[in-house]
């Protein structure tokens, strides 16, 4: 069985996966709203349209992991997602010995599975190399608003949209909370910030903490040490 993290993925990941898996089936978690026709078109796929709050496809996909593992008779999971909130759900799986492979595009494995006490032996990572990862990438030019810092900010870290696509943002390690969103402003609803979200929590979805006002980079320990 593989269980779809649609809002997280591209759909060039989940066709590639598909292609060599035709015989799986397949849930999808998504709000309907925002992902590709694709997944609403094959035969072997159930879609789950979660449309009700914060986080729903998570809680979702979650629940049904887990249900699964007390109702079905399932031996092999795939898990295709880049969102380490799901890391809870690899944990539930490896907890009733049963074996899991994380599904990712290359270099977008999660970072969290040994800190949540994921069985990393029951774990197996498949890295997809999409070869498209650069062609939904957007970097943000200067605004009147920015012109001022523009150029103060030599280095760029990438932030993820709704739809998967990519955000190259003009950053600096200890960048106050303030500067960083005066470059994303324009860019809040595709990027799902609003009354569910707000700005620390979309922050540290991407690979990054926020501590005090400012903004860092992850260090190597607590980036790599819980993979």
Not at 57 to 76: G, H, R
Not at 120 to 142: A, C, G, P, Q
Not at 199 to 216: A, H, N, R, S
Request: charge should be positive; hydrophobic fraction near 35%; charged fraction near 25%.
């Amino acid at each position: 069985m593989v269980f779809v993290d649609a809002e997280n993925i591209s759909k060039t990941l989940f066709k590639q996966f598909y292609l060599k898996h035709k015989e799986e089936k397949y849930k999808v978690y998504a709000k309907k709203s925002v992902i590709s026709g694709i997944y609403l078109r094959l035969s072997n796929v159930e879609f789950i349209d979660c449309c009700h709050g914060k986080n729903s496809a998570d809680t979702y996909m979650t629940a049904d992991i887990v249900k699964s593992l007390y109702e079905d008779n399932i031996f092999q999971y795939y898990v295709i997602t880049q969102d380490k909130d799901l890391a809870i759900a690899l944990k539930a799986i490896t907890d009733h010995l049963k074996r899991v492979t994380l599904v990712t595009s290359l270099g977008q494995k999660l970072s969290n599975l040994k800190s949540v006490g994921v069985d990393l032996k029951y774990v197996d990572i498949e890295e997809i190399d999409t070869k498209d990862n650069n062609s939904f990438i957007t970097r943000i030019t200067r605004t009147n608003d920015t012109a001022t810092i523009y150029n103060s900010y030599k280095k760029r870290v990438w932030v993820k949209r709704v739809n998967g696509n990519i955000l190259e943002v003009p950053f600096e390690n200890g960048m106050h909370i303030g500067t960083f969103k005066r470059f994303l402003s324009p860019h809040k609803k595709s990027l799902g910030i609003g009354p569910t979200t707000s700005w620390v929590d979309f922050i540290e979805k991407q690979y990054l903490k926020v501590v005090g006002t400012q903004i860092y980079f992850l260090s190597e320990d607590e980036l790599w040490d819980e993979s």
